[in-house]
Every structure is written in C-alpha cells, then in structure tokens.
C-alpha cells in the first residue's frame, strides 16, 4: 500500500493514538526523554497533534527544560484553545518548579564566589 491510501492513513493514526497511550504511561514511568523522543517524532510527521506537544510539553518540565516546556505549551493553546486550564495548570507548576530550582541553586552557590 502506498503512504497516501485510506488504509494505511488509518493505520497511521491508530499507531500514532497507540505511542501517545505509551507516552501517558512513558511520563507516569519517569521515562521522561523516551517521551520526548516519541512525540517529536509524531509531531515531524503531523504537526497539528495537541495531545503531543502537551506530552511533550509535560516531559521538557520534568527534565528542567523550561524554554521548550513553555514552547511546547503555548502550541498546545495554539492547536487546541480547550485545554487552556490543562495548560494554565502546567505552565503554574512549571513556574513553581523553576522558582524552587533557582532558589537551591542559588543556596548552593552562595559561598563560591
């Protein structure tokens, strides 16, 4: 079968429901940079999926990749202005995180310089 036949569209998007499915269990795993991996990929291919970038979203704030976090859901609104409360919940921890990350790395490097 050829890439553009109904058929294999349809297979196409069951495989790429199946490894966002695995990306949900990826993230409760802390398998954070398989689900990177995994959800760029569908995104190169489609890049209108919200579910995605939001997964994606999810993992770049556990791995303290705030720039890309924020990026990944800002698309998200983008793609899919109903999950602005899912995002909004996000982007809060993410900030609280930041903020708590810089704080220990300030108390850190206090008495270095």
Known sequence: ???????????????????????????????????????????????????????????HKEVWNEAEARQDFSRVLDLDPGMKKAVKKELAVLSMRMEEKNQEDKNTYKGMF
Do not use: F, S
């Open 1 to 59: 079968e050829k890439a553009w036949d109904v058929p294999w569209l349809k297979l196409e998007k069951m495989a790429n429901t199946l490894t966002l499915n695995y990306c949900q269990c990826l993230l409760r795993m802390e398998e954070y940079y398989e689900v990177i991996e995994h959800t760029t990929d569908i995104i190169n291919q489609h890049p209108g999926v919200a579910k995605a970038y939001y997964l994606r979203g999810k993992a």
